[in-house]
T-cell receptor, first 110, second 113 residues
Framework: RKEVEQDPGPFNVPEGATVAFNCTYS??????FFWYRQDCRKEPKLLMS???SGNEDGRFTAQLNRASQYISLLIRDSKLSDSATYLC???????????FGTGTQLKVEL | EPEVTQTPSHQVTQMGQEVILRCVPI?????FYWYRQILGQKVEFLVS????????KSEIFDDQFSVERPDGSNFTLKIRSTKLEDSAMYFC???????????FGQGTRLTVV
């Protein structure tokens, strides 16, 4: 089983749409959870940390379900500039190293 | 806004040659990392470094690889004898004390020919 599993997509959505990404992780000892964004051939950039209580940052909402080992990201009112690959990332269970999913590609279209 | 900087942005080297990739982490950060991403694949952990020593390394980080913090600002990754399969994007990252969010440099694209 992959350590962090994501649907690779691509998700093609019209501007203004709401889109949701899901992710599962295998290590129950994982302690920290993140969504990163990666543009083509660029570095991963932190989008948001994910907490058990859920957290929101503008149009972005992240949720964590520790019992199901499941993380989600919701993007509302999609913009063209949201087009990127969204990386589900976990750490902990031994050190601060980050374990990445393969990413979910989002394409927002006119 | 403080950022992690990496040099060079692109390095082309012949198979068997040594390369050194350089990074300047964010100044008050204490934990440093190298990751790599082969084209079309996921980002993979190589090594973490804290208090002037390796704290964790992956199976990828074999004897061909080494890291060093030669002074108070630079953090380097050396590959002694490059192989074709070392071709990848190499990212340096750093985190602050008590934090887990990592900030990445813009990467060095290594091409081994």
């Amino acid at each position: 089983r992959k350590e962090v599993e994501q649907d690779p997509g691509p998700f093609n959505v019209p501007e203004g749409a709401t889109v949701a990404f899901n992710c599962t992780y295998s290590n129950s000892a994982s302690q920290s959870f993140f969504w990163y964004r990666q543009d083509c051939r660029k570095e991963p950039k932190l989008l948001m940390s994910v907490y058990s209580s859920g957290n929101e940052d503008g149009r972005f909402t992240a949720q964590l379900n520790r019992a199901s080992q499941y993380i989600s990201l919701l993007i509302r009112d999609s913009k063209l500039s949201d087009s990127a690959t969204y990386l589900c990332v976990v750490s902990g269970g031994g050190g601060n190293k980050l374990t990445f999913g393969t990413g979910t590609q989002l394409k927002v279209e006119l | 806004e403080p950022e992690v900087t990496q040099t060079p942005s692109h390095q082309v080297t012949q198979m068997g040659q040594e390369v050194i990739l350089r990074c300047v982490p964010i100044s008050n950060h204490l934990y440093f990392y190298w990751y790599r991403q082969i084209l079309g694949q996921k980002v993979e952990f190589l090594v973490s470094f804290y208090n002037n020593e390796i704290s964790e390394k992956s199976e990828i980080f074999d004897d061909q690889f080494s890291v060093e913090r030669p002074d108070g600002s630079n953090f380097t990754l050396k590959i002694r004898s490059t192989k074709l399969e070392d071709s990848a994007m190499y990212f340096c990252a750093s985190t602050g004390q008590g934090r887990t969010e990592a900030f990445f440099g813009q990467g060095t694209r290594l091409t081994v020919v």
